[in-house]
């Protein structure tokens, strides 16, 4: 290949990997298309407000601690999250309520806590990350005692 033809193919192949570059900032914020991306989760306003469901350990005094993932499925938080969201969807949070409470009572470490409430709050995002981190509301589906 002549000089002049390797110049021509670079200036060629650069103009198209610039385009490409290029293209996600020509269309609407919400267009996603693989491999050029224009990560629409992050270019479009997110609510104010989230409703979290999740499984609370309280304590006869009132202090609470959200139970982690292993003691409600496994390590994987997404699939703890399923996990809460399958039992509130099929009616089943006590049940959830009452399996989550037999593994919390085999750990020493929950000894402080008597009772779990499976809930679903509803939390400020911006206030919560400010230090505000009592939710707008709380809908209790289910309470059970931890049973030792």
Request: net charge positive; charged share 25%; aromatic share 8%.
């Amino acid at each position: 290949m002549s000089s002049r033809a390797a110049a021509v193919y670079a200036y060629v192949a650069s103009a198209i990997v610039l385009g490409v570059v290029a293209a996600p900032a020509l269309r609407a914020p919400t267009y996603d298309s693989f491999p050029a991306s224009s990560y629409p989760m992050f270019a479009r306003d997110r609510a104010r407000e989230a409703t979290i469901s999740h499984v609370v350990a309280i304590s006869d005094d009132g202090r609470h601690r959200p139970i982690p993932p292993p003691l409600i499925a496994n390590d994987e938080v997404l699939q703890a999250a399923a996990t809460i969201h399958a039992a509130l969807r099929r009616k089943q949070a006590m049940k959830l309520c009452r399996d989550v409470a037999e593994r919390v009572a085999e750990h020493p470490k929950w000894a402080e806590f008597t009772w779990l409430e499976v809930s679903r709050d509803r939390y400020d995002v911006i206030t919560y990350f400010e230090g505000e981190t009592k939710p707008l509301s709380r809908d209790t589906r289910a309470r059970c005692r931890i049973q030792r």
